[in-house]
């Protein structure tokens, strides 16, 4: 089946502690994104990969870190986490054309203390 | 900076009525241009997209949208509503370079029986 996964789905921390989200998709896209989801704002992009070891800023990008070493994997990193940064986040992947469908995760619910 | 506008953050309709979800984009150039709904608790699933070709657009669940270049709008209608289609509904856009997405702050439907 077709999908991009994403663990942990809730995550409830402390300030300053280093985390990582890690996203998969098994679809062999080439292009892959992270966005936070804040109610009344929609969704925002925090990073984005066009391919392997290629990667760009969002609207987002600030407490931050992403890799892609792997076309499959994607992993989001906050090396200090912050109350702020309390949201539901979500990684995507698709085709390397920009009208290519994007698939979704299902979420990550993060809490920062 | 290309931007998303959704007016309305709620809708609220009866089971059978017309469904009419309202979206503003801008651009300097003609967009790609989506809509994604979103079940509760869950990622976010394609409805339909505009990628310059009929300005009709059909896309799952009865939902259909129109591309319209003079009134920069592209509004999500389906002509009865159903119980299931309460979610939250998002328009969006493909920045000029192709790699970036921006969202629009999502309209909630509530359908009511």
């Known amino acids: 089946e077709a999908q991009v996964t994403q663990n942990p789905r809730y995550l409830i921390t402390v300030t300053g502690k280093k985390l990582t989200v890690t996203c998969s998709q098994n679809?062999?896209?080439?292009?892959m994104s992270w966005y936070r989801q804040d109610p009344g704002l929609g969704l925002r992009q925090i990073y984005y990969?066009?391919?392997?070891?290629?990667?760009d800023k969002g609207d987002v990008p600030e407490g931050y870190k992403v890799s892609r070493k792997e076309k499959r994997n994607f992993p989001l990193i906050l090396e200090s986490p912050s109350p702020n940064q309390t949201s539901l986040y979500f990684c995507?992947?698709?085709?390397?054309?920009?009208?290519?469908?994007?698939?979704f995760g299902p979420g990550t619910r993060l809490t920062v203390l | 900076a290309q931007s998303v506008t959704q007016l309305g953050s709620h809708v609220s309709v009866s089971e059978g009525a017309l469904v009419l979800l309202r979206c503003n984009y801008s651009?300097?150039?003609?967009?790609?241009l989506f809509w994604y709904v979103q079940y509760p608790n869950q990622g976010l699933q394609l409805l339909l997209k505009?990628?310059?070709?009929?300005?009709l657009v059909k896309g799952i669940n009865g939902f259909e949208a129109e591309f319209k270049k003079s009134e920069t709008s592209f509004h999500l209608t389906k002509p009865s509503a159903h119980m299931s289609d309460a979610a939250e509904y998002f328009c969006?856009?493909?920045?000029?370079?192709?790699?970036?997405?921006?969202f629009g702050a999502g309209t909630r439907l509530f359908v009511k029986a």
């Open positions: 990969s066009m391919n392997v070891e290629v990667t």
């Open positions: 505009y990628t310059s070709a009929a300005t």
């Open positions: 995507a992947s698709r085709g390397g054309t920009e009208t290519d469908t994007q698939y």
């Open positions: 969006a856009v493909i920045d000029t370079g192709g790699f970036k997405t921006i």
């Open positions: 679809m062999n896209h080439e292009y």
């Open positions: 651009s300097s150039v003609p967009p790609y």
